[in-house]
T-cell receptor
Framework: AQKITQTQPGMFVQEKEAVTLDCTYDTSDPSYGLFWYKQPSSGEMIFLIYQGSYDQQNATEGRYSLNFQKARKSANLVISASQLGDSAMYFCAMREGGNAGNNRKLIWGLGTSLAVNP | NAGVTQTPKFQVLKTGQSMTLQCAQDMNHNSMYWYRQDPGMGLRLIYYSASEGTTDKGEVPNGYNVSRLNKREFSLRLESAAPSQTSVYFC????????????FGSGTQLSVL
């Protein structure tokens, strides 16, 4: 079963508008971390934001915020005031904290392609 | 401020040839990883090294070997390249201390003809 699901293969947003990229996850481990990475067309993987399962507040990093709904097991990325440079693939990933054999592994979603229109 | 450096950036091989992808990090990280990225399949873990002196298989280890040469360096070897190994390869590292993020190299685009 998919542990990380990104249901939106592609998204469009108008420049300066906000956009939400969906991510749902599945784990029975009470300790886990959720990550978002950006991959522009140049290919590098850029870390954007992190949310720990025990964090009380939703994570924010500049124009990026994470809408963390623990009961729904969702960790949606919100990009405010979209810019042309935000056009990229966005990946959601999870690391589980328990089970020493598995906690070195980051589990990845398949990504969402975001296009920002001028 | 190099971070994670992997070489080469591009490589074309013929079926059956061998090659080694090199990766080095200068952040004193304990853990290092090799991923491959294929269209529609996301990132898949090939091998990882939780700490110097240890290596473990990931999701797709067949056809690959790794060496954690020292704390800085983690190489990936294709002994006999196959067209199915055409992919983009990423090296990454992390502190290895908990729920930490990964730092990625810039990737290697490998084509096996």
């Amino acid at each position: 079963a998919q542990k990380i699901t990104q249901t939106q293969p592609g998204m469009f947003v108008q420049e300066k508008e906000a956009v939400t990229l969906d991510c749902t996850y599945d784990t029975s481990d009470p300790s886990y971390g959720l990550f978002w990475y950006k991959q522009p067309s140049s290919g590098e993987m850029i870390f954007l934001i992190y949310q720990g399962s025990y964090d009380q507040q939703n994570a924010t990093e500049g124009r990026y915020s994470l809408n963390f709904q623990k009961a729904r097991k969702s960790a949606n990325l919100v990009i405010s005031a979209s810019q042309l440079g935000d056009s990229a693939m966005y990946f959601c990933a999870m690391r589980e904290g328990g089970n020493a054999g598995n906690n070195r592994k980051l589990i990845w979603g398949l990504g969402t392609s975001l296009a920002v229109n001028p | 401020n190099a971070g994670v450096t992997q070489t080469p950036k591009f490589q074309v091989l013929k079926t059956g040839q061998s090659m080694t992808l090199q990766c080095a990090q200068d952040m004193n990280h304990n853990s290092m990883y090799w991923y491959r990225q294929d269209p529609g399949m996301g990132l898949r873990l090939i091998y990882y090294s939780a700490s110097e002196g240890t290596t473990d298989k990931g999701e797709v280890p067949n056809g690959y070997n790794v060496s954690r040469l020292n704390k800085r360096e983690f190489s990936l070897r294709l002994e006999s390249a196959a067209p199915s190994q055409t992919s983009v390869y990423f090296c990454a590292s992390s502190t290895g201390t908990g729920l930490e993020k990964l730092f990625f190299g810039s990737g290697t685009q490998l084509s096996v003809l």
